[in-house]
């Protein structure tokens, strides 16, 4: 045989091994990938969940303090309320006193 037929032989003989040893780094580079996608897959479940607990707590927060603002307004509005009542009472009673004659007055 010639020089150049056995080094193409010795040539390909090597590309054979090399190639032979693929399939198992590609075995472990799948149970990489796998164990890759689980972690991920845990890690993303548990900022969900988390995520929802504070969205959950920040909705307990808002209504909470929509109630306290509800409140608020429903005394403010009373003070109001009661405020144009006193006005309205002396409007009413200035007016009284000023048709009354003037023996009757305070």
């Known amino acids: 045989m010639s020089q150049t ?3 193409r032989i010795d040539s390909l003989e090597r590309r054979i091994e090399a190639l032979e040893s693929l399939p198992p ?6 149970l990489q990938l796998v164990h890759l ?10 900022v969900r969940d988390q995520l929802r ?4 707590a920040g909705d307990k927060e808002t209504r909470h303090l ?11 509005l009373k003070v109001i309320q009661e405020g ?4 309205q009472t002396a409007a009413v009673g ?11 007055r305070r």
């Open 5 to 7: 037929l056995l080094r």
């Open 25 to 30: 780094r590609l075995a472990h580079l799948e």
């Open 37 to 46: 996608r689980h972690e991920v897959r845990n890690e993303v479940s548990a």
């Open 53 to 56: 607990a504070e969205i959950k």
């Open 66 to 76: 929509m109630r306290v603002l509800h409140e608020d307004l429903i005394e403010r």
């Open 84 to 87: 144009q009542r006193s006005l």
């Open 94 to 104: 200035s007016a009284r006193e000023a048709e009354s004659p003037p023996w009757r």
